[in-house]
């Protein structure tokens, strides 16, 4: 009993000072995920603690459990209009990207490591995948959102590079353990990973919304109910010989997006199981590494991940976005963007577990690789996306939003909430000095505790908090008048899309009209909407940006089709 109770008072403390560290970490601007490895390592066995933990079983059990609740909270998370924007380039780099990034890493490792080619290819598929989750919790620590088109793609290939580099690793375990030679079965196996998995997934997720909508359960039962069938699914496809993981993310997708009454309380509780799951995995791996052993293969190490990054990395976005025409500033941000994560050290137990010769070499060389790229690219992902100017001006938004799923309706209603400053716009005005074109309903102000009233007509002080009711599709028009930093977004705005604002419908001989722009070789009845799209060869997102003559356009709004119809205009030098 006192052992027992010692290991969950440490194990307790370690998830007190992880929670807490994440302060330091946003801080820093350092990734969280390296955060809890060092933690871990500090708690290990070489570390302060010296807690001795060697086993490979459960160091899996535990990892590959996390990485289903983070691959279905990642896919719950992913929205139809991501997938419309950069399905095509994110798949391209979640497949092709992974097989090249495996190839040259693996011919590299085989090299430097004294490996048969074989052996190489296993290192490199184990190191081919992303974690884009370390990259957007940076983001969001420093408040920096990107083009939409650049985090679509990052997001929807590390959501669908993680399946892909399982299921190379798994093959190429199973090879290396029999001692078969690469044939068309691994192909078939390969295959067979795929469509399993995908098939699965998706009748998991048709399944699960059906029994959303017909069973009488309490609401609070259904957050269970999706944890306890995504953990099914993941353990049901890999006995049919699937991939387990991409039919979980395809299951959360599908259940993301069904607007379920209960998909509020769903993602509320995955948004913290999500967070248990990544700390506790990079705790777990932390324990379970040897700093001592980390100097044997260091120098190799060290070098396969200068290749990884600065060579595999670009050469596998390079050949994967070729097809799609991304800008350069584009590609190189993505380039840079590869962060490895806990996945490749997840993937580095498959030859442990297996039982193959120098089964710690793949553990620790992976380590050794994460921490590098947590640390080289982690720490620049911030000042590079500024570099590149991928910076767009945030959306203003409400300080709070509730959703009424639970009452069915037409559109999604919300109940916002609008924190009243001394730099607020609306200071020391009234609600009846506003007109608004969308729907909305005041529900009155928050002073002091106290709920008052519409009736009463307040005019609103610093410290308040204003609440309305409104649509969910016009949250945004309604935040540019009442959220507290509206005056600031403007100027942001100005700097980023340009003073002048026109219509995407206007023909380019209007324009022509305000500036002196060279239109030799265009059709002077095009429109600006029609001008920007044939440019991109693509769907067109905000933040969109090309040249006419001396003239930067930005596309500043687009409609439901993907056409734009707002577009800022910049006169620009040479």
């Known amino acids: 009993m006192d052992g027992i109770n010692l290991a969950i008072l440490v194990g307790g403390f370690l998830f007190v000072i992880s929670i807490i560290a994440t302060l330091i970490s946003a801080r820093l601007g350092a990734p969280m995920l390296l955060v809890f490895l060092i933690i871990g390592m500090l708690a290990g066995e070489e570390g302060i603690v010296g807690i001795q933990f060697d086993n490979p079983q459960v160091a899996f059990l535990i990892g590959s459990i996390a990485l289903v609740i983070i691959l279905f909270d990642g896919g719950m998370r992913t929205h139809p209009e991501r997938f419309r924007v950069a399905l095509a380039p994110a798949s391209m780099l979640a497949t092709v990207g992974v097989v090249l990034t495996c190839a040259i890493v693996g011919v590299s490792a085989a090299y430097l490591l004294d490996m048969t080619l074989l052996q190489g290819l296993l290192l490199g598929a184990i190191l081919s995948s992303t974690d884009a989750a370390a990259v957007f ?113 395809l299951m959360g997708y599908l259940v993301g997006n069904a607007r379920l009454p209960q998909i509020i309380h769903i993602l509320r509780m995955h948004d913290g199981l999500a967070w248990i799951s990544q700390i506790s995995m990079f705790l777990m791996l932390g324990l379970l590494v040897v700093p001592s052993n980390l100097m044997n293969h260091l120098l190799s190490a060290l070098i396969l991940a200068a290749i990884l990054i600065f060579v595999a990395r670009p050469i596998a976005v390079l050949f994967s976005l070729i097809p799609f025409r991304f800008p350069v500033r584009d590609q190189l941000f993505i380039s840079w963007v590869g962060l490895r994560g806990a996945v490749p050290i997840i993937l580095a137990l498959f030859p442990w577990l297996a039982g193959m010769p120098d089964e710690h070499l793949y553990f620790d060389v992976a380590f050794v690789v994460v921490i590098v790229s947590l640390v080289v690219q982690g720490w620049s992902i911030v000042p590079v996306a500024r570099w590149l100017k991928l910076e767009v001006p945030a959306e203003l938004a409400p300080d709070n939003a509730m959703p009424l799923d639970a009452i069915p309706s037409n559109d999604v209603m919300e109940v916002l909430s609008f924190k009243v400053t001394d730099s ?129 356009l930005t596309v500043r709004q687009v409609n439901e089709a993907g056409e734009a119809t707002q577009v800022g205009i910049k006169p620009v030098s040479d």
């Not at 920007?532 to 001396?550: E, W």
């Open 137 to 249: 919790s940076i983001f969001q620590s420093q408040g920096l959102r990107i083009k939409e088109r650049v985090a679509s793609t990052l997001e929807i290939e590390s959501g669908s590079n993680d399946p892909m580099a399982v299921m190379l690793t798994l093959t190429l375990v199973g090879v290396l353990a029999e001692g078969h030679a690469l044939s068309w079965d691994v192909g078939r196996t390969f295959l067979q990973q795929a469509v399993v998995g995908g098939v699965m997934g998706y009748g998991a997720g048709r399944v699960f919304v059906f029994l959303c909508r017909k069973l009488p359960l309490n609401f609070a039962f259904f957050p269970l109910l999706a944890v306890a069938s995504c953990i099914f699914i993941y353990a049901m496809t890999n006995m049919f010989g699937g991939s387990g993981f991409l039919a979980v993310y």
């Open 424 to 552: 607020s716009p609306v200071l020391t005005l009234g609600w009846q000095d506003f007109q608004f074109k969308q729907p909305i309903q005041f529900l009155g102000v928050i002073r002091d505790g106290e709920w008052i009233l519409p009736d009463k007509k307040p005019v609103f002080h610093a410290g308040d908090t204003l609440m309305v009711l409104a649509k969910l599709k016009h949250i945004q028009k309604i935040s540019e008048v009442l959220a507290n930093d509206a005056e600031k977004s403007v100027l942001s705005n100005s700097s980023f899309f340009g003073d002048f604002v026109l219509n995407g419908d206007i023909n380019l001989s209007d324009l022509d009209a305000f500036y002196t722009i060279n239109l030799i070789g265009q059709d002077k009845n095009q429109t600006l909407a029609a001008y920007i799209a044939q440019r991109f060869h693509r769907r067109v997102v905000i933040g969109d940006q090309v040249r006419l003559d001396q003239l930067l």
